[in-house]
């Protein structure tokens, strides 16, 4: 009985493959015979262009808006092309000047806030740019951001999320956002941090009012951010002292909390546009000590995609116009510079740096570098980013050690590549960059960058 249910078995399977060994061929060339002589419109083949004309991307927008009638909200950033780094190369000292040797000191230092009784001390120019808690990311990331950040040696951002106190312990140095929110104004609170940045604006979130996220809060960040049940934390469009009907300028806003905590540095953040200028201008006159931009590529937890892709201009043209700004203006030496949006590479965190930069933010990268060795208990089921976004919910919690293990790590073959770079140019300290360190690939990226074109020999007039 075994032995015919067998062979029956194998006889309808071979049947079967005969079938569609007689079947496929026939229906190949039907279906090729179709697309190749009937009107596109009839066919896939329509679906086909369609879906060059229109990138996949773009389809799946058009399904989500079609499905919800709802403002699109994506993460991590613009996908769209910019003008980048990747049009700039890092010159070697060869010949006419000597790289290092493999063993000479780098110091990869930098102060912000010099004059302040109490300026921000790092060892690398790297900080751990905003990434919320509650709002975008999750309690047990913040405190992986927070080791990585104390074995690092570097600065952390809270972002716009409320204040943890364990991630300020843990934390090297503590930079608080100060904005268009309700949170985060108790002074005591305030005096906590080694700097203060006043967010007016990001590289994915121009200046614009927001519900800060559209899921479900936990009661205790209800609680932390000092909401009622249901009320939704809002990001206004405008800074405010007391209440969000009565905006105040950036001016004053720094007056009141030099008031607050007179020692340490004061930063105002923004998204990078057009009238980029004007607005440093603002900043100028402000007073602050450190300006911070955030170019196009700057990512967040959520933001409309119409705000993440077709405001802002990239953070290289951002820098070189912000550096070239503040040195007219004659404030170069008075305010530092920090550049944030689309920074993954070592080598373009050095590139930053030649072309003015004091400091450069991270935030993308580390969270996938949070994720590293947990990526493969959320793939396929989950996104790696399920790791570290916020879910009142959450379907894998992080693991907090072996996440700030493995940022930690990071951090440290960044350090090692930095100095192998800069001991490759020659060059000893970070003092010591500058465009002259860097050519470009494209002629009008060194026309615009101010950095010599590699496809023209020096004083050959090309």
Not at 125 to 130: A, M
Not at 319 to 343: E, M, P, T
């Amino acid at each position: 009985m075994l032995l015919a249910v067998i062979a029956g078995g194998l006889l309808v399977v071979i049947l079967t493959a005969v079938a569609l060994l007689m079947l496929v061929p026939a229906m190949t060339r039907r279906a090729i015979r179709t697309v190749l002589t009937r009107p596109m419109s009839d066919t896939l083949a329509e679906l086909f262009v369609s879906l060059k004309s229109t990138p996949a991307i773009d389809f799946l927008y058009s399904s989500l808006r079609s499905q919800t009638g709802e403002v699109i909200i994506r993460p991590m950033g613009s996908a769209r092309p910019v003008h980048g780094l990747d049009d700039l190369a890092l010159v070697p000292a060869q010949l006419h000047r000597s790289p290092l040797p493999f063993d000479a000191p780098v110091d990869l230092s930098v102060t912000i806030g010099p004059s302040r009784p109490r300026p921000l001390h790092s060892q690398l120019p790297i900080y751990l740019s905003g990434m919320a808690y509650g709002l975008a990311v999750t309690k047990n990331a913040r405190l992986a951001l927070a080791r990585a950040s104390g074995a690092a040696g570097i600065p952390l951002n809270s972002g716009q999320g409320p204040f943890l106190d364990e991630e300020r312990r843990l934390s090297h140095t503590y930079v608080l956002q100060y904005g268009r929110w309700t949170w985060n104004r108790d002074p005591e609170v305030l005096r906590q941090a080694d700097m203060l940045e006043v967010q007016v604006g990001q590289g994915a979130m121009p200046g614009n009012a927001v519900v800060a996220t559209p899921g479900e809060l936990a009661p205790e960040i209800q609680r932390m951010l000092d909401l009622k049940p249901g009320e939704p934390p809002i990001i206004h469009a405008r800074l405010f002292l007391r209440e969000p009907s009565e905006p105040e300028s950036l001016e004053r806003v720094v007056e009141h909390l030099r008031h607050i905590a007179s020692d340490v540095p004061i930063a105002v953040k923004m998204g990078a546009g057009q009238a980029l200028e004007r607005d440093l201008d603002v900043a100028l006159s402000a007073g602050v000590d450190l300006i911070v931009i955030d170019g196009t590529e700057g990512a967040t937890g959520n933001a409309p995609i119409t705000l993440s892709d077709h405001f802002g201009i990239p953070s290289l043209m951002a820098l070189v116009r912000a550096q070239r700004h503040l040195q007219a203006r004659g404030r170069r030496d008075a305010v530092q510079l920090a550049i944030s949006g689309g920074f993954r590479e070592p080598g373009d965190i050095v590139k930053a740096l030649c072309l003015g930069a004091d400091m450069v933010g991270l935030a993308t990268i580390a969270m996938f570098a949070l994720a590293h060795a947990q990526i493969t208990e959320a793939v396929p089921l989950y996104p790696p980013t399920d790791l570290v976004f916020y879910r009142s919910h959450p379907q894998i919690p992080l693991d907090v050690d072996r996440a700030a293990r493995s940022l930690t790590n990071f951090l440290e073959s960044t350090r090692k590549e930095m100095e192998l770079a800069l001991r490759t140019m020659g060059h000893a300290s970070l003092a010591d960059l500058s465009p002259a360190d860097l050519c470009a690939l494209d002629p009008a990226v060194a026309a615009y960058a101010g950095v010599p074109y590699a496809g023209a020999s020096p004083g050959s007039g090309g």
